[in-house]
């Protein structure tokens, strides 16, 4: 069985990175079809996608946060992580990692569907 | 983006009832690449319909989803007391992927 599992620091002050990790058991984070996702969830926008990740390294981000995301993944952990730069109060949000159905070719730009599997969330404030 | 409307915002029914979710997209989403979703506050979300009508695995067959183009409903016959919590749709046609702000289904 597929599990995900998200983990951070549980206060983030304003301005600084909010850094977390997803631990993935039961499946190879390189599976070729498997992507690998952030979405967050916010009292003010709800769910808003972040952005996802192959094993190979491609990465697709939300263009309204693309500029201070940067999404990694570590194969001998089996790990995918996501980085938010200078944060703010409006970053408060429970933070999800997902396994998302997608196609890879290589050369091309991948095609991204459904989230499969979610882990439980993690909620992260941003305060000072 | 294609901005996702659901309705209604909450949803008061009794177990056995039928619950009918809508989901309105602000254009076509390519493909019926509609999505939908279950989550029971502080439990992981659960993927429910994808490609707006195929039941994920393992999802029992009172869950239906239906539509096209710009809009589609989420079908939950005979209500089971497990199944009240707000439910998402999402699109995956068109980047960046959307959620739809979620109806509240309750007792």
């Known amino acids: 069985q597929l599990q995900l599992q998200e983990s951070g620091p549980g206060l983030v002050r304003p301005s600084e990175t909010l850094s977390l990790t997803c631990t993935v058991s039961?499946?190879?984070?390189?599976?070729?079809?498997?992507?690998w996702g952030w979405i967050r969830q916010t009292p003010g926008k709800g769910l808003e996608w972040i952005g996802t990740?192959?094993?190979?390294?491609?990465?697709n981000y939300n263009p309204s946060l693309e500029s201070r995301v940067t999404i990694s993944v570590d194969l001998s952990k089996n790990q995918f992580s996501l980085k938010l730069i200078s944060v703010t109060a409006a970053d408060t949000a429970v933070y999800f990692c997902a396994r998302q159905e997608g196609a890879y070719k290589e050369g091309y730009p991948a095609v991204l569907f459904s989230f499969v599997y979610w882990g439980q969330g993690t909620l992260v404030p941003v305060s000072s | 983006e294609i901005v996702l409307t659901q309705s209604p915002g909450t949803l008061s029914l009794s177990p056995g009832e039928r619950a009918t979710l809508s989901c309105r997209a602000s254009?076509?989403?390519?493909?019926?690449?509609v999505a939908w979703y279950q989550h029971i506050r502080g439990q992981a979300p659960r993927l429910l319909i994808y490609g707006a009508s195929n039941r994920a695995t393992g999802i029992p067959d009172r869950f239906s989803g239906s539509g096209s183009g710009t809009d589609f409903t989420l079908t939950i016959n005979r209500l089971e007391p497990e199944d009240f919590a707000v439910f998402y749709c999402q699109q995956y046609g068109d980047s960046p992927l959307t959620f739809g702000g979620g109806t509240k289904v309750e007792i």
């Open positions: 990740i192959h094993y190979t390294g491609l990465t």
């Open positions: 254009q076509n989403v390519t493909v019926d690449y």
């Open positions: 039961g499946a190879s984070i390189s599976d070729v079809q498997s992507f």
